[in-house]
């Protein structure tokens, strides 16, 4: 079964200002689906989402590291 989140308990769950999600879903980042007048992101999306961002901090990290 699919699990959904709102963007509050997306925003809850980083502990981060709802704005700072609706700019992920408005850059297209983040996929959400638009359910009335709110917005809806699916469990699996966020996961990889998180991961996404988890590799790209854990590059960074590793380049200033090594001086590159």
């Known amino acids: 079964m699919r699990q959904f989140l709102t963007v509050p308990e997306v925003a809850d769950r980083w502990k981060v200002n709802t704005r700072k999600v609706y700019e992920y879903i408005n850059a297209g980042d983040l996929r959400a ?22 590799r790209e901090c854990a590059d960074e990290l590793r380049r200033f590291r090594l001086g590159c």
């Open 33 to 54: 689906i638009r359910f009335g007048r709110s917005w809806r992101i699916e469990l699996n999306d966020l996961e990889r989402f998180e991961d996404k961002l988890r």
